[in-house]
């Protein structure tokens, strides 16, 4: 459970399963609801409901799949036109890969090594020209 800046609020339980019966990655799922209010910046409410799938995962490399219901409101009449159009339910299908080194000599308080992670994900996997779509390189 989660409470941040924008009056996001983020409800979430997994499931890390690491050796399940000849499958050589572990197994990882995720339900989660997000909740988040936009209203200061651009004038519009965001809820989302979805369920994660982990693909692949390694000591290096993770994969997960993300398939989610999206609903926008806007309850001031504000928004941009851009957001306007997106108003309402639709889904959001989204794959993320994930590739992470840690040479630190401990996780928590590290005095020595480095660390490095890189995240692409990309949206709009699914057939529905509504269906949000993006490309977010961090």
Do not use: C
């Not at 983020?10 to 399963?17: F, K, L």
């Not at 019966?21 to 809820?47: A, C, H, N």
């Not at 290096?60 to 309850?75: I, Q, V």
Request: charged share 20%; net charge positive; no cysteine.
């Amino acid at each position: 459970m989660a409470y941040g800046a924008n009056q996001a609020t983020e409800v979430s339980v997994g499931v890390y399963a690491p050796r399940v019966k000849g499958f050589l990655t572990p197994i990882v799922t995720r339900i989660s609801m997000l909740s988040q209010d936009w209203q200061e910046s651009s004038s519009y409410k965001e809820r989302l409901l979805g369920a994660s799938l982990g693909l692949i995962s390694t000591k290096h490399h993770d994969l997960a799949y993300t398939l989610g219901w999206r609903t926008l409101t806007d309850p001031s009449q504000m928004s941009s036109r851009s957001i306007r159009r997106q108003l309402g339910h639709g889904l959001v299908s989204s794959l993320k890969y994930t590739f992470k080194i840690d040479r630190r000599n401990s996780p928590i308080r590290p005095t020595k090594g480095y660390a490095f992670l890189s995240t692409t994900h990309v949206g709009g996997l699914t057939l529905d020209p509504r269906s949000l779509r993006f490309l977010r390189q961090v």
